[in-house]
């Protein structure tokens, strides 16, 4: 319920058919997760391997 809240653009893709409430069921955090989450979330682990 939280990332629907959260994600407006997978919000339109269920309503619009794109995605199906069963893949919906089946998907990860991951796939649940905004565009600017999944960029902030890139953006942290680039960071993390370049102080490595």
């Known amino acids: 319920v939280y990332n629907l ?3 407006a653009e997978l919000v339109r893709k269920v309503n619009a ?3 199906t409430v069963d893949a919906l069921l089946r998907m990860s955090h991951q796939d649940l997760a905004g565009t600017a989450v ?3 979330r890139h ?3 680039a960071e ?3 102080d490595v």
Request: hydrophobic content about 40%; cysteine-free.
């Open 5 to 7: 809240r959260q994600n």
């Open 17 to 19: 058919g794109e995605i």
């Open 38 to 40: 999944l960029a902030r």
């Open 43 to 45: 953006r942290i682990q």
């Open 48 to 50: 993390a391997l370049r």
